[in-house]
């Protein structure tokens, strides 16, 4: 399944699985249809692009997890950003390819994620490999009550969520970037095992963070 939301993009991609012999069972340019439409096509590779209009990718890619047990995603994105590759792969991604990659090596990439391989765009395979070396040395996250700890950053972020502001105000009130900002949200997010904004809220309000 293809999942990109620039049609030209999609449609291409599709048409060069085809000619490469693969059967592709759907296209979408939506990460919520996305996740249903995996229920109910079941495939074996989801190529994935890491921005999508409604959700993000990461979110996409615990909805597909869930939706499929033992499916294979491999992020097709313009951005080779650290922390994306890292998000990605910490949800649930196999792989991660830039858009830069050249049709033959986009197959390859697609073929060895079907074989159960993890594939990565050359130089971020040891980026990856870096930082589970570096949570694996890490003392727990969790304080003694067993909450996971957040950085002050996320912290920050959290109770800004929290006041109801959007990501964009977020980010000029701390002078940080958009995607920073979303990536402190999604890490939260999945520290604290929550599922949305709505979640987050209803949790920094319950602890005083508001």
């Given at each position: 399944?293809?999942?990109?939301?620039?049609?030209?993009?999609?449609?291409?991609?599709?048409?060069?699985?085809?000619?490469?012999?693969?059967?592709?069972?759907?296209?979408t340019g939506e990460g919520r249809q996305a996740v249903?439409?995996?229920?109910?096509?079941?495939?074996?590779?989801?190529?994935?692009?890491?921005?999508?209009?409604?959700?993000?990718?990461?979110?996409?890619?615990?909805?597909?997890?869930?939706?499929?047990?033992?499916?294979?995603?491999?992020?097709?994105?313009?951005?080779?950003?650290?922390?994306?590759?890292?998000?990605?792969?910490?949800?649930?991604?196999?792989?991660?390819?830039?858009?830069?990659?050249?049709?033959?090596?986009?197959?390859?990439?697609?073929?060895?994620?079907?074989?159960?391989?993890?594939?990565?765009?050359?130089?971020?395979?040891?980026?990856?490999?870096?930082?589970?070396?570096?949570?694996?040395?890490?003392?727990?996250?969790?304080?003694?009550?067993?909450?996971?700890?957040?950085?002050?950053?996320?912290?920050?972020?959290?109770r800004l969520v929290a006041k109801g502001m959007s990501?964009?105000?977020?980010?000029?009130?701390?002078?940080?970037?958009?995607?920073?900002?979303?990536?402190?949200?999604?890490?939260?997010?999945?520290?604290?095992?929550?599922?949305?904004?709505?979640?987050?809220?209803?949790?920094?309000?319950?602890?005083?963070?508001?």
């Amino acid at each position: 399944m293809v999942v990109d939301d620039h049609p030209m993009w999609r449609q291409g991609v599709a048409r060069d699985l085809d000619e490469a012999g693969c059967e592709v069972v759907a296209t979408t340019g939506e990460g919520r249809q996305a996740v249903r439409i995996a229920g109910a096509t079941r495939p074996d590779v989801v190529v994935l692009d890491l921005q999508l209009p409604d959700i993000s990718g990461v979110e996409v890619i615990h909805g597909l997890v869930a939706a499929v047990p033992g499916v294979r995603v491999l992020m097709l994105s313009a951005s080779g950003e650290q922390q994306s590759v890292l998000d990605a792969v910490k949800a649930g991604a196999t792989g991660y390819l830039v858009k830069s990659a050249a049709p033959h090596e986009f197959i390859e990439a697609v073929r060895r994620t079907a074989a159960g391989d993890a594939v990565f765009t050359p130089g971020l395979a040891g980026l990856v490999l870096g930082e589970y070396r570096r949570l694996a040395t890490e003392p727990e996250t969790t304080d003694d009550a067993g909450t996971p700890r957040l950085t002050d950053r996320e912290t920050e972020v959290l109770r800004l969520v929290a006041k109801g502001m959007s990501y964009k105000q977020i980010a000029q009130r701390l002078g940080l970037s958009h995607r920073t900002v979303q990536n402190h949200v999604q890490n939260t997010l999945g520290k604290l095992q929550l599922h949305n904004r709505v979640e987050l809220t209803r949790y920094a309000i319950e602890r005083g963070l508001d």
